[in-house]
């Protein structure tokens, strides 16, 4: 396909870059520490077919609206939402202060996102110089680790006041939150491009190349069998349990990262002769993939020790996997390197997707150039993540549960009921091989917008399904 980029503004340099950049903001933390806990909770199969389900079903619909309301609006959120609400005759200013939301929202996660990302700096390190596999199988000792490098506060004052009175360094993993937005801040200033596309398009391979080597060896040991029979194994009966539709929803809706700003800012880089419609598929199918290597990764190396997945977050990938890779001898010590090295890759490309729409957004209203916007986001990132990195669990919980799913609601309402039906299905099918027929707009009206409203209740209520 030929090439096309947006005239006077920075883009994706292919369809292909695009198309990687969006699998990189979609594989994250969840893929890796909540999936394979999911799968094994709830019986293989048995999760793992309405898990597939919602996939497709969000994919045909909110991943396609994200992309195609930010190409139309050619902006982030703020610009989109106001040019949609003036489609319809209402105030530009109107659909731009709605936009504001899925932006707090970006910014909130990509907050949350450095604490990590500190931590994940931290144990990619300590794989590399061996200080982890010293620990052996000492779940104490683990457990320590993590603990000094993620301190629990059960307040946002009390967190605040540890690094107040302790210092920046005095407190978790200060030094490595700054390292992790520091890397983020230098790929981000060389732009779409140059940066965040092409830091995709190294990391995303390096990410599935390690973790198929990482199955291909755990394979090989006595026990992973069992693993793979359990992960493929189906319970019909399984499948009457509400728990597992809900959670499957919840895991597939927020994999995707449908929250009415990523994937509305890369949408706003997009050529026009894209066809949306196939890459929302193929964001759809490597996530998928990233999901499931990381589970046959996970469940059969637990497997091989007799354990199962206990852990549905950070525990699961700092404490219970950095045990099993210590209790495989020589080669465990290489595959703690290969996994924390992948998890890294994950990280990344996930958070530069969740800065960029602030940035973008500071970008829009003060005509900040690129590097002095990326700059001063990441000041204030910083700034905040190493204050509230003691209260990080809650902070993201607070932003995933509320914010996400309402700004995904939000960005469905502006571009299945606020936009002209003819505006929107131009929108989605501006650049496609084979237009979408006229089913989009009432399958989002009446099954994605729901679906959504459906997450933020769910979620409130059950403290978090995603």
């Keep these: 396909m030929e090439k096309e980029i947006k005239i006077g ?30 799968v094994s909770e709830y019986g293989g199969l048995t999760f793992l077919l309405p898990y597939f389900l919602f996939v497709v079903i969000i994919a045909c619909s909110g991943v396609m609206e994200e992309f195609a309301l930010g190409r139309w609006g050619g902006a982030g959120p703020v610009g989109s939402f106001g040019r949609a609400a003036a489609d319809r005759g209402i105030s530009r ?8 939301l899925p932006v707090i929202g970006s910014m909130g996660l990509a907050i949350g996102y ?21 620990l052996g199988q000492d779940m104490a000792a683990i457990g320590a680790a993590f603990d000094a490098a993620a301190p629990g506060a059960d307040t946002l004052g009390e967190a605040v006041g540890l690094v107040v009175s302790n210092g920046i360094f005095g407190v978790g ?14 790929i981000m200033c060389f732009g779409i491009a140059k940066g965040i596309e092409l830091a995709c398009k190294i990391m995303i391979p390096l990410l599935y190349a390690l973790f198929l080597v990482m199955a291909v060896y755990i394979a090989t040991l006595p026990g992973a069998g069992e693993g793979y029979k359990f992960i493929f194994s189906l319970d019909p009966k399984g499948l009457l349990n509400w728990e597992v539709w809900i959670y499957a929803f919840g895991q597939a809706f927020f994999s995707l990262s449908v929250a009415g700003n990523g ?19 193929n964001v759809a199918i490597f996530d998928t993939l990233a999901a499931l290597t990381a589970t046959i990764v996970i469940i059969p190396a637990m497997a091989t020790t007799g354990s199962g997945v206990a852990s549905k977050g950070p525990g699961l990938m700092f404490v219970s996997l950095p045990e099993v890779f210590n209790g495989m001898g020589g080669f465990g010590s290489v595959l703690g390197i290969f996994f924390f090295a992948a998890v890294l890759f994950a990280g990344l490309t996930s958070i530069i997707n969740l800065y960029e729409t602030p940035v973008a957004f500071l970008q829009e209203k003060t005509k900040l150039g690129r590097v002095p916007a990326v700059l001063l986001v990441h000041a204030v990132g910083l700034a905040v993540a190493v204050l509230i990195q003691a209260w990080a669990s809650q902070w993201m919980d607070m932003v995933s549960i509320y914010i996400c799913p309402f700004g995904a609601m939000l960005a ?28 989009f707009l009432p399958f989002g009206r009446f099954v994605y917008v729901p679906l959504c409203i459906l997450a933020l209740v769910a979620g409130a209520i059950l403290g978090g399904i995603g």
């Design 173 to 186: 993993n200060g030094w490595w939150i700054i390292v992790a937005v520091a890397v983020s801040a230098v």
């Design 412 to 439: 469905g309402v502006m571009f299945f009921y606020v936009m002209r039906k003819k505006t929107a299905l131009d929108a989605v099918n501006l650049g496609a091989v084979k237009p979408i027929g006229g089913w």
């Design 9 to 38: 503004a920075d883009g994706f340099s292919s369809k292909f870059g695009f198309v990687i950049a969006c699998i990189g903001s979609a594989v994250g933390m969840a893929n890796i520490w909540r999936f394979p806990y999911l």
């Design 93 to 100: 200013r109107v659909g731009e202060g709605i936009g504001i």
């Design 114 to 134: 450095s604490v990590v990302m500190g931590w994940i700096f931290k144990y990619t390190k300590m794989s590399i110089t061996g200080e982890l596999f010293e």
């Design 263 to 281: 994937s509305v800012i890369y949408g706003s880089y997009l050529a026009k002769n894209v066809d949306i419609k196939s890459s929302a598929r």
